[in-house]
């Protein structure tokens, strides 16, 4: 075998590895390349068709703005931050009192459940100003205007959890005399750690929309407000920056709940076929 066959040899299992190099850094980066792709093309739409800023401004305009109004988008940001985080947690420990009750006791499940579906049914738009009525404007009514759309899903995810639990593991615990808090601390609460969280991060989104309705409706401050403003004032950048600070907080608040699923990692592995209602 000559140099160059040996050459030939070793190259072509080289050559072959470039071509899923590329591919895998195409793939990897595609979703940020679309978004500049996109961002270049609406740019470009409206200088070429001279669209009035106040109607759509370019992508260069709004990065200004929000670097010139960093501060007054910041204020308001912290303002959303925070009655979305009290509404939340406020809905969170509710949910779960509400459901480690009616698990435990089948006649207030059939009781308050009934309540708790109709109140859903209802639009939140519509309650919301009966909300106001009440607690008046302000900090207070945000939050319960949060907790009432963030509320739901976690009630139901945690029912869902609580009665998912293996059979034969809930006659092991029946077989050893274990009381009702054994077997919910023990089994139905692990059990129900997925769907817990399931609901956990449904509710992440909704109340970022609780605040936002809030503070549409009456509010001087919030990010909600920070929209409103512009539109009444034509300064559709002012809005572009609160929105898409909004989807900011939305997608680290959604991001946050699932890297404490991880830590927490309470998978359960295998018993979807062994799992009944009980």
Not at 66 to 87: D, F, K, P
Not at 88 to 106: C, G, T, W
Not at 170 to 186: G, I, P, Y
Request: proline fraction near 4%.
């Amino acid at each position: 075998m000559t140099m160059t066959d040996a050459t030939e040899t070793v190259a072509v299992p080289f050559n072959r590895k470039r071509p899923c190099s590329w591919r895998q850094t195409i793939e990897r980066w595609s979703p940020v390349v679309l978004i500049v792709v996109l961002l270049v093309v609406w740019e470009t739409c409206v200088r070429v068709f001279d669209v009035p800023r106040f109607l759509l401004p370019t992508p260069s305009e709004i990065a200004l703005l929000a670097v010139n109004e960093w501060s007054l988008v910041q204020m308001h940001s912290i303002s959303t931050i925070w009655s979305i985080a009290t509404g939340y947690i406020a809905a969170a420990i509710f949910a779960l009192a509400a459901s480690a009750l009616m698990i435990r006791f089948a006649l207030a499940e059939k009781l308050i459940m009934p309540i708790f579906v109709g109140l859903q049914s209802v639009p939140k738009i519509a309650i919301a100003p009966l909300i106001l009525v009440w607690v008046g404007a302000g900090i207070g009514s945000k939050i319960l205007i949060v907790a009432s759309i963030a509320f739901f899903p976690i009630v139901i995810n945690t029912m869902v959890g609580f009665k998912e639990v293996d059979r034969g593991l809930a006659d092991v615990f029946r077989s050893v005399s274990a009381n009702e808090r054994q077997l919910f601390m023990k089994l139905r609460l692990p059990y129900a750690m997925p769907y817990i969280f399931a609901g956990l991060r449904i509710a992440t989104t909704l109340s970022v929309l609780g605040a936002i309705v809030a503070e549409w409706l009456a509010a001087s401050n919030g990010l909600g407000y920070l929209v409103l403003s512009g539109s009444f004032n034509f300064n559709t950048a002012r809005s572009f920056v609160a929105i898409i600070a909004l989807a900011v907080i939305g997608t680290a608040f959604f991001a946050l709940m699932s890297w404490i699923e991880r830590l927490v990692s309470w998978k359960r592995h295998g018993a979807n076929d062994s799992t009944t209602t009980i």
